[in-house]
């Protein structure tokens, strides 16, 4: 929110929560299956919570080299495998149906700025995903989202998962710019004080309802981001210059 | 040309050449570069395809371990410079203007019937470039020509120039689908023959110009690809069965 000049080339991007509605959408898709298989017994708002629950676990143990690298379409399969029983679900599933599921992670949808926002930062700037998605799951997703990127980055490409440096610094290095050239846009603090460890550019996007109205994390910047912003439409007032209240 | 159905989800493509008139572009680019600057006297054709001449024992410098991985543009580079004596260039030029002329290659105009006809792939299959360019500039000419790119693929992902394997197998990789799901489009027969080396799906675009009129290779397919076009419209008219014949 600062008025520094920096001379940002390309805005890359968190994906899950920054620019989609991972929770929304998934309670939506489970529930929506649910009622067409009679599974209405099942808490499928507390699946979905349990299944991101297990998310920086499992990439945890690819991060301390526990595991070797797996991507994260195979790390969710896992996760809702091992959720099953704990929801009544297990034996009641085919794996043809719990494939569907995992592929949920590929038909989020987007908040409502998102679309809108990163058309009109598109002219302006190189756009891409910087996600601990893989490739296929964001090619997907942007084909699903209509999520107009120039290249998929992120960490199947670093073969390590953010926070890890490699991440930022093989993205950096596959656009050919310096880290100031390169903004990172997400709505968590933590993703951001990696990027600007390695000299990258930073947005914060506010998402308060992420996780839920009992969301407790990230519900406002926690240091002074370059820019911080409501929505992609005010990133791209504030970064073109046609800031509305201006 | 066949009319066997295969299960093809996603199309990668061949890139210079194929898609975009390289020799054309950059022939414009050069001709009205000199003219702005008085240097009328250049054969810039001949540059551009002295250029050109030095694109596959460059690749080769690295495909045969005599030099490690380094990506198009900097390859590109060193050509030009190479070149500029012979052209009467030693001395004339800036070094921005150097690197203006190397980045000649994301400004490269499509054939006129590539983005239509991608258009219309766009939206029953997921489409990518499978280049030996290394990914910026990949992102850079999509911006240019606007390419509807879902990601890019290619070289600088496996760092490996085509055809070495690595390419085509980490693009297949990236994608999570089967080799045979996957269908290459190249206006080269040697391309696609170390596609379907690995089981990938074959598709032949006819580019008798894109080395000028004295073309001598890749006039005819050389083997029974799985299509045989002489343009991206006809493609899509064969794959998404609007034959416009038939």
Same mark, same amino acid.
């Given at each position: 929110?600062? *008025?520094?000049?920096?001379?940002?080339? &390309?805005? $890359? =991007?968190?994906?899950? *929560?920054?620019?989609?509605?991972?929770?929304?959408?998934?309670?939506?898709?489970? %529930?929506? =299956?649910?009622?067409?298989?009679?599974?209405? !017994?099942?808490?499928?708002?507390?699946?979905? +919570?349990?299944?991101?629950?297990?998310? %920086?676990?499992?990439?945890?143990? $690819?991060?301390? *080299?526990r595991r070797s690298w797996t991507?994260?379409? +195979?790390?969710?399969?896992? #996760?809702?495998?091992?959720?099953?029983? /704990?929801?009544?679900?297990?034996?009641?599933? #085919? &794996?043809?149906?719990?494939?569907?599921?995992?592929?949920?992670?590929?038909?989020? !949808?987007?908040?409502?700025?998102?679309?809108?926002?990163?058309?009109?930062?598109?002219?302006? =700037?190189?756009?891409?995903?910087?996600?601990?998605?893989?490739?296929?799951? @964001? &090619?997907?997703?942007?084909?699903?989202?209509?999520?107009?990127w120039d290249c998929v980055l /992120?960490?199947?490409?670093?073969?390590?998962?953010?926070?890890?440096?490699?991440?930022?610094?093989?993205?950096?290095?596959?656009?050919?710019?310096?880290?100031?050239?390169?903004?990172?846009? &997400?709505?968590?603090?933590? +993703?951001?004080?990696?990027?600007?460890?390695?000299? @990258?550019?930073?947005? =914060?996007?506010?998402?308060?309802?992420?996780?839920?109205?009992? %969301?407790?994390? !990230?519900?406002?910047?926690?240091? +002074?981001?370059?820019?911080?912003?409501?929505?992609?439409?005010?990133?791209?007032?504030?970064?073109?210059?046609?800031?509305?209240?201006?």
């Amino acid at each position: 929110m600062n *008025g520094e000049i920096r001379p940002i080339k &390309a805005l $890359v =991007f968190d994906v899950f *929560g920054t620019l989609v509605d991972w929770r929304g959408s998934l309670i939506r898709e489970c %529930q929506h =299956f649910g009622r067409e298989r009679g599974l209405d !017994d099942v808490n499928w708002t507390g699946l979905v +919570d349990a299944w991101r629950g297990r998310y %920086q676990p499992s990439l945890e143990e $690819v991060r301390a *080299g526990r595991r070797s690298w797996t991507v994260l379409d +195979d790390l969710h399969h896992e #996760s809702l495998l091992a959720l099953l029983p /704990g929801f009544g679900l297990e034996g009641r599933l #085919s &794996a043809a149906e719990i494939d569907w599921l995992v592929r949920g992670w590929h038909r989020l !949808d987007p908040w409502p700025d998102t679309v809108p926002g990163l058309r009109r930062l598109h002219t302006p =700037f190189l756009l891409a995903p910087l996600s601990n998605g893989n490739v296929a799951l @964001m &090619a997907n997703l942007a084909r699903h989202a209509r999520l107009p990127w120039d290249c998929v980055l /992120g960490a199947e490409l670093a073969r390590h998962y953010k926070p890890d440096p490699e991440v930022y610094l093989t993205a950096i290095e596959l656009l050919r710019l310096t880290p100031g050239e390169v903004m990172l846009v &997400a709505a968590h603090n933590y +993703d951001l004080r990696h990027a600007r460890s390695h000299g @990258m550019s930073t947005a =914060f996007v506010r998402r308060p309802t992420e996780y839920g109205p009992e %969301q407790a994390a !990230d519900l406002e910047a926690e240091e +002074d981001w370059d820019y911080v912003v409501e929505s992609l439409e005010e990133l791209a007032d504030a970064l073109t210059g046609s800031a509305r209240s201006a």
